[in-house]
Structure formats: structure tokens, C-alpha cells
Nanobody, 120 residues
Framework: VQLQASGGGLVQAGNSLRLSCAAS????????MGWFRQAPGKEREFVSA???????HYAESVKGRFTISSDNAKNTMYLQMNSLKPEDTAVYYC???????????????WGQGTLVTVSS
């Protein structure tokens, strides 16, 4: 399984950004796919996940601002990030696992990360 994240960059607070995660060797319709992030000097934290069947889950800090989605035909997952805040600045990682409990603790598969910087 290979995950390739892209789409990070520098944006001003209040603006939007969309991250992409292309998968090979794994279908987005199986298991759990999602995003984590790690801000400078902080531990990595859960951001969002999409489960088999299409249900989604978000961290409280991004709920209402971020939307996770997928294009199964392209085997690509997205994270639409709106109303960005400086505290959203982090390296964002896409991840995948077969089960929800394993995904929420430590996913088996990780992308390389893409940096998002939000200026005030």
C-alpha cells in the first residue's frame, strides 16, 4: 500500500485549501482512510476519517470547517479545509487501516505528509 499526499501550501487565515491523497494497492472503499496532523512541537493528532460505507468522523477542532471525501474511481481521498486558522498549521498525513480501533490508535499505512501553513 502506498499513499501519496499533496496539496499543502501557505495560505492566509480564513482561506481554504484542499489536500489530496492518492492510494495504490488499496481501495478507498475498504477499511478506514483518513487524516492526521502534527504541528511543530506537538504530538500527531487525529483530524478526520472515512469509514467503509462512507460515514465520516472529525476532530472537534475541525468539525464544521473540514470535509473529507473520496473519489473511488480515482482512488483518491480529499480533505477540504475551509476557514483555516493559524492553529491549523501542521504537516498533514493521510493514513489507512483495516479497522477503526487500529486506525484511531496507530494506522498501519501512512503517506509522506504535506505541510500546511496558515498565516494570521
Amino acid at each position: 500500500v502506498q499513499l501519496q499526499a499533496s496539496g499543502g501550501g501557505l495560505v492566509q487565515a480564513g482561506n481554504s485549501l484542499r489536500l489530496s491523497c492518492a492510494a495504490s494497492g488499496r481501495s478507498f472503499s475498504n477499511g478506514v482512510m483518513g487524516w492526521f496532523r502534527q504541528a511543530p512541537g506537538k504530538e500527531r493528532e487525529f483530524v478526520s476519517a472515512m469509514f467503509r460505507g462512507g460515514s465520516t468522523h472529525y476532530a472537534e477542532s475541525v468539525k464544521g470547517r473540514f470535509t473529507i471525501s473520496s473519489d473511488n474511481a480515482k482512488n483518491t481521498m480529499y480533505l477540504q479545509m475551509n476557514s483555516l486558522k493559524p492553529e491549523d498549521t501542521a504537516v498533514y498525513y493521510c493514513a489507512a487501516d483495516d479497522t477503526i480501533p487500529s486506525f484511531m490508535v496507530s494506522p498501519d499505512h501512512w503517506g509522506q505528509g504535506t505541510l500546511v501553513t496558515v498565516s494570521s
